[in-house]
C-alpha cells in the first residue's frame, strides 16, 4: 500500500489537529492515527445507483410516506493519517431496511420502497459528512451493521462496515465482525446513543474514517 510523503511541517501540523479531535484515537506504531479497517463489500452494493441517493434514507423522491423503523442519524469526520481533515472525500453507505431486506435484486425479499437503502454526500472542508438513515438491524447470519464506501483523491478507496457497540452478543456471533481483532473492532464500532427520552426516538453515532 502506498502512502502520500508527508512533510515535517505537516506532521505538526497534523499533531495539533489530532490533539483537537472529539473521538477516542489509536495510534499506530509510527505515531500517526490508525487507518480505519476494510471489510467486506458484501453482495448488496447497488447495480445502479439510484435518482435519489442523497444523505436522507428515509425520505425517498416522489413518495409521501417516510419508511418504517428507528430513525438514526450517522455522522463523522474524514481525515488522514495526519490528523488532516479531508475535504470533498466521498462517503456512500447503504444498509437493509427495518425488515432486514435490501434494495437488490439478489436479495430476493420485498424491500421498503419508503426507504431509500443507499445514500451519498461529499464531505465539508472540515472533512465532515452525516445521514438519516436508520438504526441498523440484524438479519439472517449477520449483527446489524452500516455499509460504508469512502473514496478521495490521493488515498485507497475504503470499503468497511460500521456496527452497533449495544449489539455485544450479535456482534460476538457475526463472522466478519470476529475477524478483525480487538484494536480494528474498536475502530468500527460505534454506540448508537438516545437523542432524547424516549427509548423508541431517535438515535446517532459517531464514526470517524481515517483513510490510509
Not at 505538526?12 to 471489510?39: E, F, H, M, N, Y
Not at 445502479?48 to 413518495?63: A, F, K, T, W, Y
Not at 438491524?137 to 488515498?155: L, M, N, Q, W
Amino acid at each position: 500500500m502506498q502512502l502520500r510523503r508527508i512533510s515535517r511541517r505537516r506532521l505538526v501540523i497534523g499533531a495539533a489537529a489530532v490533539s483537537a479531535l472529539p473521538w477516542g484515537i489509536l495510534l499506530a506504531k509510527d505515531g500517526l492515527l490508525a487507518p480505519t479497517p476494510g471489510d467486506a463489500e458484501g453482495p448488496f452494493y447497488p447495480v445502479e445507483i439510484p435518482v435519489d441517493s442523497d444523505n436522507d434514507l428515509l425520505r425517498v423522491m416522489g413518495r409521501e410516506n417516510i419508511s418504517a423503523g428507528q430513525l438514526a442519524y450517522v455522522h463523522g469526520q474524514v481525515t488522514d493519517r495526519a490528523g488532516q481533515r479531508i475535504d470533498g472525500a466521498r462517503v456512500e453507505i447503504w444498509q437493509c431496511d427495518h425488515g432486514g431486506v435490501y434494495h437488490h435484486p439478489e436479495d430476493g425479499g420485498n424491500p421498503d420502497r419508503d426507504f431509500q437503502g443507499f445514500g451519498a454526500m461529499v464531505t465539508s472542508r472540515e472533512g465532515g459528512y452525516h445521514f438519516r438513515t436508520l438504526r441498523p438491524v440484524p438479519y439472517t447470519g449477520r449483527t446489524p451493521h452500516v455499509h460504508f464506501r469512502v473514496s478521495a483523491d490521493g488515498f485507497d478507496r475504503l470499503t468497511t462496515q460500521l456496527y452497533v457497540a449495544e449489539e455485544a452478543e450479535r456482534n460476538a456471533a457475526d463472522f466478519l465482525y470476529q475477524r478483525h481483532n480487538a484494536d480494528a473492532r474498536a475502530l468500527v464500532t460505534s454506540a448508537f446513543k438516545p437523542v432524547t427520552d424516549n427509548p423508541t426516538g431517535p438515535v446517532a453515532a459517531q464514526f470517524n474514517i481515517v483513510l490510509a
